[in-house]
């Protein structure tokens, strides 16, 4: 299983480093978004600076969006998605590497982007491991609850509108965990980073066992 997971994740990565979609088009985005946000918000208020952790994680949930839009349309060509069904690869392989190649796109974009909220939102920033911890975390929950849901559309004509409308709802307490532990991580007060981190820790185990089992079945279908 690792073995084919290996192979998938470096397979998605390969065709993300050639078509560049990661960097000419989803981290620019992202950028776009937290400088309008910038714009929008007035920073003397003080409004900016309390919402910097909500207004990053929703910027990578919307990059994601993207991210997993692109991985799932990757198996759309060329009959590519049976090709995967024939190969006799693991289902939970294939998964798993695909649910890898998207966290690793992620994780960058996430590094870049605390940069630019850094440069931006001028934020307190500290509690490195925790915001390391809640990043892993929130990161692996979103990749692989993202993968899941692109399977569950995939070949549908309107699966690009469609996965936005499965999918939110469902990383929710993921973006409310991780935008809390972040809070605590950018100097809120009274507020239990860890805690938050844990939950979200739990979310991402949850939702990835459960693509492990079950996305053999939406390959099969």
């Known amino acids: 299983m690792w073995r084919d997971a290996a192979l998938v994740a470096e397979r998605d990565l390969r065709v993300e480093l050639r078509s560049r979609v990661a960097i000419n088009q989803v981290a620019p985005f992202a950028l776009l978004v937290l400088v309008l946000f910038a714009f929008a918000l007035d920073p003397d208020?003080?409004?900016l600076?309390?919402?910097t952790a909500g207004l990053y994680w929703l910027v990578v949930l919307f990059s994601a969006l993207l991210a997993v839009s692109r991985s799932t349309s990757i198996d759309e060509v060329d009959g590519i998605r049976d090709a995967l069904r024939l190969s006799g690869l693991a289902p939970a392989g294939v998964f798993l590497g695909k649910v890898a190649a998207v966290a690793a796109q992620l994780l960058l974009l996430e590094v870049v982007l605390v940069v630019a909220v850094a440069v931006l939102y001028d934020p307190e920033?500290?509690?490195f491991p925790l915001m390391i911890a809640t990043m892993l975390a929130a990161t692996?929950?979103?990749a692989s609850t993202g993968v899941l849901y692109g399977a569950v559309v995939s070949g549908v004509r309107v699966r690009d509108t469609l996965l936005p409308v499965l999918l939110l709802p469902v990383l929710a307490p993921v973006l409310i965990g991780a935008t809390k532990a972040f809070e605590t991580a950018f100097g809120a007060e009274g507020l239990h980073g860890w805690?938050?981190?844990?939950?979200v820790s739990f979310f991402a185990v949850v939702y990835l066992v459960a693509g492990s089992l079950a996305y053999g079945a939406l390959l099969e279908g």
Do not use: H, Y
């Open 49 to 51: 600076a309390s919402a």
């Open 140 to 142: 692996v929950a979103v």
């Open 45 to 47: 208020t003080g409004v």
């Open 125 to 127: 920033l500290g509690g």
């Open 195 to 199: 805690g938050w981190c844990g939950l």
